[in-house]
């Protein structure tokens, strides 16, 4: 059953701090989703459930003692449930076990919204964000070595690809993720960002000047123009 005054009420499970910190950034810009426990073990969130009622769970999987899968197992009256794991191999099994959702770490904030959606039009409340509801974008969340990092859009000078990563360049320095260029690229506006080269994007702002191939940065870094993306280049600088 769904919260009595229209809001969604979740319960995030996870051993990892900064997942936590992922799920709740990404629900303050939802004025229906409510976090109202943190459960760092699975054994933990039994107490918890006793005591509260739960609409959903953002549940990861592998956590000590008790596994996240093995913990949705004895639960009598399940709540509705959305996966947040790193590991693809177990989403065959999690949706056998009737899960809504699963999100692959690091997942975006338009992945995440969509799976909440879900939930709530399972739940029976309007699909999508609803009146009132800002849903706000201006940051990515990217895994770094083994932290989720929070970067906002207005940081992001430019990307670079770099084999199996990319490089998020803030100014002189670089963040390195294993990510996609591509992939990248869906999450940003596309009204602030340039694909300019098959491994570069460029913040528009930050443009100095097109000469021949090459577009020169405001910090004087010169980045080469693909021959695919020369003709779109081109109309932007002359506007």
């Not at 229906?32 to 549940?59: K, M, P, W």
Request: proline share 3%; glycine share 6%.
């Amino acid at each position: 059953m769904s919260s009595p005054t229209n809001t969604i009420s979740a319960l995030i499970i996870d051993d990892e701090p900064l997942a936590h910190q992922v799920v709740e950034a990404y629900a303050k810009n939802l004025d229906f989703l409510n976090i109202i426990g943190n459960c760092h073990r699975a054994t933990e969130a039994y107490g918890f459930l006793s005591r509260e009622q739960v609409d959903l769970i953002f549940l990861d999987i592998n956590m000590p003692k008790l596994q996240g899968l093995d913990f949705l197992r004895t639960l009598e009256h399940k709540p509705r449930v959305i996966i947040t794991s790193a590991f693809e191999e177990y989403a065959i099994e999690s949706f056998e076990l009737q899960v809504s959702d699963y999100l692959l770490k690091p997942f975006r904030f338009t992945r995440f919204l969509r799976a909440v959606n879900k939930v709530r039009s399972e739940l029976g409340e309007n699909a999508g964000a609803g009146e009132g509801t800002e849903a706000r974008e201006d940051h990515l969340f990217v895994k770094v070595d083994r932290q989720y990092r929070r970067v906002e859009f207005a940081d992001i000078h430019s990307l670079e690809s770099y084999g199996n990563y990319v490089k998020i360049w803030t100014g002189d320095s670089f963040l390195l993720t294993t990510r996609t260029l591509s992939g990248m690229m869906e999450e940003l506006p596309s009204a602030d960002f340039l694909k300019i080269h098959k491994s570069h994007v460029v913040r528009k702002a930050l443009v100095d000047y097109l000469e021949g191939n090459q577009l020169v940065m405001k910090n004087a870094q010169v980045l080469p123009v693909g021959k695919l993306q020369r003709e779109a280049v081109r109309e932007w600088v002359k506007g």
